[in-house]
């Protein structure tokens, strides 16, 4: 055994201690993913889990570093890069994703991508049209 | 300022970059000439040509210190650095068939699975899971 992986097993020891809140946490965050486009609330995933919700929020913060708030939003941009990337239009991908109103998902993606729905759409359609030109010219 | 590139000391640029394209699957991004040989050598994730650079790095061949802190990762098994997978387990069957050759089995500790393998250019590289 590497010196790493003994480190790994006494941190292991110290930090995941408690399985059961390891299997909690981990139930919680695949609530989260697989049903992101739903009306999740901290009362909904509290219920799931039949743990209370100051808990729930906290050990999701102990074990992941952030909210899980924080978490459904990174899940939703990403699966709306996704959605835009198929060809979605930018107000239909905002709602199949889980978001209730345009402006916070604009501006949401923007913060976390760097550009605007649409100009990540332009620029995904505009690539995989470059690329498709790239392979005739090679071909012909 | 922006995070853009991560670096990776690497023995022979070559060969690294035969690794951790052919096997490991990331692309080219730029490749060029810096003098006595060496080059400015970039990848990127395939499903992220956008995202953060990989700069394959000979360091441990001009400065002594990187070499000798490369060695000691090596020799203690730690990972110079780590990527994200969707599922170890898949990722660790595939590289198992290219000879990859790995220190540490898909593991789960708390909320994450990982495993840790060998780079051939010094360095072990872990990848990782959320679970």
């Given at each position: 055994m590497?010196?790493?992986?003994k480190?790994?097993?006494?941190?292991?020891s110290?930090?995941?201690s408690?399985?059961e809140?390891v299997?909690?946490?981990?139930?919680i965050?695949?609530?989260?993913?697989?049903n992101?486009?739903?009306?999740?609330?901290?009362?909904?995933?509290?219920?799931?889990?039949?743990?209370?919700?100051?808990?729930?929020?906290?050990?999701?913060?102990?074990?992941?570093?952030?909210?899980p708030?924080?978490?459904?939003?990174?899940t939703?941009?990403e699966?709306?890069k996704?959605?835009?990337i198929?060809?979605?239009?930018?107000t239909?991908?905002?709602?199949?994703?889980?978001?209730?109103?345009?402006?916070s998902?604009?501006?949401?993606f923007?913060?976390?991508?760097?550009?605007?729905?649409?100009?990540?759409?332009?620029?995904q359609?505009?690539?995989?049209?470059?690329?498709?030109?790239?392979?005739?010219?090679?071909?012909? | 300022m922006?995070?853009?590139?991560?670096?990776?000391?690497v023995?022979d640029?070559?060969k690294?970059?035969?690794?951790?394209t052919?096997?490991l699957g990331?692309?080219?991004?730029r490749?060029?000439p810096?003098?006595?040989?060496?080059?400015?050598?970039?990848?990127?994730?395939p499903e992220?040509q956008?995202?953060?650079?990989?700069l394959?790095?000979p360091?441990?061949?001009?400065?002594?210190?990187s070499?000798v802190?490369?060695?000691?990762?090596?020799?203690?098994?730690?990972?110079?650095t780590?990527?994200?997978?969707?599922?170890?387990e898949?990722?660790?069957?595939?590289?198992?068939?290219?000879?990859?050759?790995f220190s540490?089995k898909?593991?789960?500790?708390?909320?994450v699975?990982?495993?840790?393998f060998?780079?051939?250019?010094?360095n072990?590289?872990?990848?990782?899971?959320?679970?």
């Amino acid at each position: 055994m590497t010196f790493y992986e003994k480190e790994l097993n006494r941190i292991r020891s110290i930090v995941y201690s408690s399985e059961e809140q390891v299997k909690t946490v981990i139930g919680i965050r695949n609530y989260i993913k697989n049903n992101c486009e739903a009306n999740l609330n901290l009362d909904l995933l509290s219920n799931i889990q039949l743990v209370s919700k100051y808990h729930l929020l906290r050990l999701f913060k102990k074990y992941y570093g952030i909210t899980p708030k924080q978490y459904l939003i990174d899940t939703r941009i990403e699966k709306s890069k996704e959605h835009l990337i198929n060809g979605m239009s930018v107000t239909e991908t905002c709602f199949a994703v889980g978001f209730e109103s345009l402006g916070s998902f604009s501006t949401l993606f923007k913060t976390k991508t760097g550009k605007s729905p649409s100009e990540y759409q332009k620029e995904q359609l505009s690539r995989s049209k470059i690329n498709l030109e790239f392979s005739t010219l090679e071909d012909s | 300022m922006k995070v853009t590139l991560i670096s990776i000391p690497v023995r022979d640029q070559e060969k690294a970059l035969n690794f951790y394209t052919e096997k490991l699957g990331f692309i080219k991004k730029r490749d060029l000439p810096l003098e006595g040989g060496n080059r400015w050598l970039t990848l990127v994730s395939p499903e992220w040509q956008d995202g953060p650079e990989l700069l394959l790095e000979p360091a441990p061949n001009h400065f002594e210190p990187s070499k000798v802190f490369q060695d000691a990762l090596m020799e203690a098994g730690y990972p110079y650095t780590q990527f994200d997978v969707d599922d170890v387990e898949a990722e660790y069957q595939r590289l198992l068939k290219l000879d990859v050759d790995f220190s540490v089995k898909p593991t789960e500790m708390g909320t994450v699975k990982f495993a840790v393998f060998n780079d051939t250019c010094g360095n072990n590289i872990q990848i990782v899971e959320t679970l």
